[in-house]
């Protein structure tokens, strides 16, 4: 993938996620997001793997109003990639990490 279609793809994801929030659509918010991804939060326990959808609509249940999320000044760069042999199947998986700045 060239990095013009991955800044295409995740510029997409945000517009995707500006619009659950607006609409308070906690599926929508969830399904944005791998089932093991690491999301850190202020909130203890800081960090976490996936979304909880029952967390998502009951922080939603918090907002009257559409919610409004942006994103700015992203730079998209990648943290690395590896490969590896998947030892039950006789074929080769890809593991790459995206890393999201965003200047405030």
């Known amino acids: 993938m060239s990095s013009t279609t991955d800044s295409a793809e995740i510029e997409a994801l945000f517009q995707q996620l500006a619009k659950a929030h607006a609409d308070h659509d906690a599926d929508a918010i969830v399904e944005a997001y791998a089932p093991d991804a ?23 249940a918090g ?30 998986l890809a593991s790459t990490s995206i890393l999201f700045h965003r200047r405030i």
């Open 38 to 60: 690491v999301i850190y939060e202020l909130a203890p326990p800081l960090g976490r793997r996936g979304m909880n959808r029952d967390s998502v609509t009951a922080w939603l």
């Open 63 to 92: 907002w009257q109003g559409p919610i409004q999320i942006d994103a700015r000044d992203v730079t998209v760069g990648r943290l690395h990639a590896s490969f590896f042999k998947h030892p039950s199947e006789n074929q080769h």
